[in-house]
């Protein structure tokens, strides 16, 4: 049942050892999928899991290299499904 623990955003901002500021660019890009909880954003285990692995060697350092990398991601994951 420990698996089904949402994390926080302090929690996820320690875990991926970046800012708050950046984890909201994350969230905003679609890069890191949250659920909103009133006034608050929620986590899911597995969606950070899911980031690690989708965004590995990519620079998420800023908004604008974020971008880049989704979009990146996005024409990657296209050119499977067309392939």
């Known amino acids: 049942m420990d698996n ?3 994390l926080t955003v302090d929690e996820v901002a320690e875990l991926l050892h970046t800012s708050l500021t950046t984890l909201s ?3 905003e890009t679609g890069a ?3 659920i909103k909880t009133g006034k ?3 986590y899911s285990q597995e969606a950070v899991r899911k980031f690690q692995s ?3 060697g990519y620079d998420m350092d800023n908004l604008v290299n974020i ?3 989704v979009e990146a991601v ?3 994951q296209l050119g499977k499904l067309g392939a």
């Open 54 to 56: 989708t965004y590995e």
């Open 74 to 76: 996005k024409s990657k």
């Open 32 to 34: 890191l999928k949250a």
């Open 40 to 42: 608050a954003h929620m």
């Open 67 to 69: 971008n880049a990398s």
């Open 4 to 6: 089904l623990r949402m």
């Open 25 to 27: 660019y994350l969230r």
